[in-house]
């Protein structure tokens, strides 16, 4: 997968994710594109470690799209937790 997947599939990965957890969270296009890729990141190493799936690296396997997504969740549950809602 290339470097426009990565931006792409990460783009996407974190707008659903921001999506799914709706709140006032900062960023915007870029923000987003970066919390998906490095959600891509962290969902791939936590399914390769500790599910035994090492995920491919098709951007159309559905387990990638997954693990995109889940880290992603995972990356925005964590700022809530650190920083609240800072965009009061």
């Known amino acids: 997968m290339g470097?426009?997947?990565?931006i792409i599939l990460g783009l996407l990965a974190g707008a659903i994710?921001?999506?799914l957890l709706p709140g006032r969270d900062p960023g915007g296009f870029i923000g987003t594109t970066l919390i998906g890729v490095a959600g891509a990141f962290i969902g791939g190493w936590i399914s390769a470690r500790w599910l035994d799936h090492p995920i491919s690296k098709s951007f159309y396997d559905g387990a990638t799209w997954a693990a995109a997504i889940g880290?992603?969740?995972v990356l925005?549950?964590?700022y809530r937790i650190l920083f609240g809602n800072s965009r009061d």
């Open 3 to 6: 470097i426009i997947s990565w």
């Open 17 to 19: 994710a921001k999506f």
């Open 71 to 73: 880290g992603a969740l």
């Open 76 to 78: 925005l549950i964590g």
